[in-house]
């Protein structure tokens, strides 16, 4: 499906438009311009790595500063290891968009993507702006998905209408990524947009919740990315009244519909990952609490080994058995672990379960979307990641990005 194709619902109050820089790509669009109407609340949470990019610091002071009239992205240069350069560039980049918009920098927020390590070449970002700018328009949703791509095999974007006071909102966003993904907050790049009114502690607390339980809870590959960023904008437009009560209904019809949004989103982005062939879900449940649980959850996505044996559709039990022992539960009674495979038990009593079969095994293995359930009998607490293999391509990509 190309970009055109993609369904979606444009947000009041939101414009978009995209343009190529040649920054890293060439003949594609790599600049990605969002225009934000006065009346826009937004919210934004922001990678943990300790060396974040240039305009991840950069968007954190503006977003402390000012109210956000404009979004720049780019695609092909993440700007991360920069240096005292890399912030002086980001910074140059916001001002060259100011200039053209009669707004000020520190009401631009900055995003990059790509290659790390390389200066961002911002005389080519700016000379592309004024004609990024003469194409804003509602409606080009498919087209910033396509333009803040990097290793990503298709586009994401996804929509949803939520009923508000009588009547009907919408939210829509677009995200990118396929691999250096593990979150640490959020992860690779995610905007997303509803034309809701919305005060903004509770937009803020609309977006963590959401991140939480989608972009918060993937793995591709055990990397956390310099530039993760994830944003929320609520335009404002819809007439509603203003939400600013947590504890209401129609806050709650606003964080199910974010909430649905971005674990939809989420799952895109693993089902993309890079070489990717299988969507794993790691389940793991009856914990003493959530962070043990998804202690565990996380160990075996990462492994490797099960991932490796995920692409083989092997049925090598003893791989997720290993990880589950070794992801530092204390005084894990073994005995009491079970292990599943899809519907098929694999492990009980501390060792394989007397009713597995290989067959069974491998039949469970043989699909294109798999469960691995862990059940540690140690309380109620519950935790689940999403994840994917590792094929040989995944090799190949990573080995040949900078090429």
């Not at 060396?51 to 968007?59: G, R």
């Not at 991360?80 to 980049?93: F, V």
């Not at 998905?145 to 996804?158: C, G, Q």
């Not at 640490?184 to 997303?192: G, P, R, V, Y």
Request: with cysteine.
């Amino acid at each position: 499906m190309s970009a055109s194709e993609l369904p979606f619902l444009p947000v009041a109050g939101l414009q978009l438009a995209t343009g190529a820089a040649g920054i890293r790509y060439q003949g594609r669009d790599d600049v990605l311009v969002l225009a934000l109407a006065p009346s826009s609340n937004v919210a934004a949470m922001f990678t943990r790595n300790a060396f974040c990019a240039a305009p991840v610091t950069v968007a954190r002071q503006h977003l402390a500063t000012a109210a956000p009239r404009y979004l720049l992205i780019n695609s092909g240069n993440a700007n991360a290891g920069t240096g005292k350069r890399g912030l002086t560039d980001a910074l140059a980049s916001c001002t060259a968009l100011a200039q053209f918009t009669d707004c000020a920098t520190e009401e631009i927020l900055p995003f990059s993507t790509g290659v790390i390590g390389e200066p961002l070449p911002v005389d080519r970002l700016a000379a592309a702006l004024p004609n990024v700018l003469a194409r804003l328009d509602a409606n080009a949703w498919p087209l910033a998905a396509r333009a803040i791509m990097t290793t990503d095999t298709v586009p994401k974007l996804v929509s949803r209408q939520f009923e508000l006071n009588g009547q009907t909102a919408t939210v829509t966003g677009i995200a990118k990524g396929a691999g250096m993904i593990c979150p640490n907050m959020a992860t690779m790049l995610a905007f997303i947009a509803t034309d809701a009114t919305v005060a903004p502690a509770l937009l803020q607390r609309c977006l963590q919740h959401a991140v939480a339980g989608s972009f918060n809870a993937i793995t591709i590959d055990g990397d956390t990315s310099t530039n993760d960023a994830c944003v929320l904008i609520a335009t404002g437009t819809l007439g509603n009244p203003l939400i600013d009560q947590a504890e209401t209904a129609e806050f709650a019809a606003l964080q199910t519909a974010v909430d649905a949004l971005c674990l939809e989103l989420a799952t895109a982005i693993v089902r993309d990952g890079e070489g990717a062939t299988k969507l794993v879900t790691v389940r793991v449940e009856n914990a003493a609490n959530v962070a043990e649980a998804r202690q565990v959850a996380y160990t075996i996505a990462h492994s490797p080994l099960v991932k490796t044996a995920l692409f083989a559709s092997d049925p090598n039990w003893g791989r997720i058995l290993a990880a589950v022992g070794r992801a530092g539960v204390v005084d894990l009674d073994i005995e009491r672990v079970q292990i599943w495979l899809g519907e098929v038990q694999i492990v009980s009593n501390g060792g394989r379960s007397p009713e597995y079969t290989e067959a069974a095994g491998a039949a469970a293995m043989a699909g294109a979307e798999i469960l691995i359930r862990i059940s540690l009998e140690r309380g109620a607490a519950l935790a689940q990641v999403l994840t994917c293999d590792f094929s040989y391509d995944y090799v190949r990509i990573n080995a040949e990005y900078r090429s």
